[in-house]
Every structure is written in structure tokens, then in C-alpha cells.
């Protein structure tokens, strides 16, 4: 099991910047992508960025080039750095933990933390 714990979300105006942190524990793969998505109300569950155990990035195109994802190896963990913050990044934000094992991938998230983008 792997346990997930958010912190950095809260309100902010647009053209402002947070940053989120997600810190693991418990039984920690080498083998892990990590990853934030993000649910703003009525719409689905989103990709936003992942970092893969190699380092690799993904980001979806409407957050490129303003957010950056990272690995925070003291807390076992990722960090999301986002930039230019739009109202419709309102959403709540989830960090995912996708363990690569022997049988195929877990996933872990964590309880999610609320950002709120006002205009």
C-alpha cells in the first residue's frame, strides 16, 4: 500500500502561481510514474502532468508552458509548479501514484486539495 498526501492548494487571482506537493509513503516502488490530474466540477477526471521513474514529463497542452512537474525525492514524493494561473484551472487536484509491477500497474491517489482560480 501506498499512502498520498496533498498540501499547497487555496485561492488565488489569475495571473498568480501555486505550488502543490504530494508526499509519499509506505511500500515504494523504484518503478512508479507519479502524476497530477485534476476534476473541476461536472467534468471528468483529467490528466494534468507525470513524471515517469526515468524523468520523463507529459503535460495535457493546456497547462503546457506553465506548469512544471518534479520530483521531490526527500518526501518520496512530486511537486507541481504552476504559473499563470487561469480561472479555468479551478479544479480539485489529485496526485497519482502508478506503481509498475509484475502483474501490470497499481494506482494510488491521494484525497485531493482545492484550487480556486478567481477572474
Known amino acids: 500500500q501506498v499512502q498520498l498526501v496533498e498540501s499547497g492548494g487555496g485561492w488565488v487571482q489569475a495571473g498568480g502561481s501555486l505550488r502543490l506537493s504530494c508526499a509519499a509513503s509506505g511500500n515504494i516502488f523504484s518503478a512508479n510514474d507519479m502524476g497530477w490530474y485534476r476534476q473541476a466540477p461536472g467534468k471528468q477526471r483529467e490528466l494534468v502532468a507525470r513524471?515517469?521513474?526515468?524523468?520523463?514529463?507529459d503535460y495535457a497542452d493546456s497547462v503546457k508552458g506553465r506548469f512544471t512537474i518534479s520530483r521531490d525525492h526527500a518526501k518520496n514524493g512530486v511537486a507541481l509548479t504552476m504559473n499563470s494561473l487561469k480561472p479555468e484551472d479551478t479544479a480539485v487536484y489529485f496526485c497519482?501514484?502508478?506503481?509498475?509491477?509484475?502483474?501490470?500497474?497499481?494506482?494510488?491517489w491521494g484525497q485531493g486539495t482545492q484550487v480556486t482560480v478567481s477572474s
Open positions: 513524471i515517469t521513474s526515468d524523468g520523463s514529463t
Open positions: 497519482n501514484y502508478r506503481e509498475h509491477n509484475s502483474i501490470g500497474t497499481d494506482d494510488y
